[in-house]
């Protein structure tokens, strides 16, 4: 039976988990970085990417360039709380815990990955829904910001000026 005393033992042992996963756990590289979004693209995206394999590979390239050159136009702090975001989903113990995903991102079930990311978009707790609402945000500019996604949805390009 769960106990009050119980629950918070476990919220202090969950808390404490995580701050070492952030504090001494890997931070990720943009190698790191990009594997998270390379795995979670193609479930944020879904039927918006190329169906043919190469293509979509390429896409798939174009949307990682695209965030991290986003992150890289961030300030600082942003990017201080995007890296431990990454470092959190990157490391393989919270990825497990927190995110519900068994394997490195590279090899992550895309189902896993729908779970987690449904899981976050509609968390009680606030902070896990605005990591949620990052990935997203981060997701989507690139891959609609890229002429290359244009053709897909019939948007011709900003009007010619002058």
């Known amino acids: 039976m769960l106990t009050r005393r119980r629950l918070i033992a476990g919220t202090v042992a969950g808390g404490a988990v995580l701050a070492a996963a952030v504090a001494y756990g890997p931070h990720p590289s943009s190698d790191g970085r990009d594997a998270v979004i390379a795995a979670i693209a193609p479930v944020m995206l879904g039927g918006a990417l190329p169906a043919q394999s190469s293509e979509r590979q390429a896409a798939l390239r174009d949307v990682v360039r695209g965030v991290d050159r986003a992150i890289d136009g961030l300030t600082p702090e942003t990017q201080h709380e995007l890296g431990q975001l990454f470092a959190l989903l990157g490391f393989p113990i919270t990825r497990r815990l927190v995110a519900g995903v068994r ?48 053709r897909g949805i019939g948007y011709p390009g900003p009007p010619k000026v002058g």
């Open 103 to 150: 394997d490195p991102w590279p090899e992550a079930d895309p189902r896993e990955i729908d779970a987690f990311l449904t899981s976050w978009r509609h968390h009680r707790v606030a902070r896990l829904r605005s990591a949620y609402d990052a990935l997203h945000q981060l997701t989507l500019a690139a891959w609609y910001g890229n002429p290359e996604a244009w």
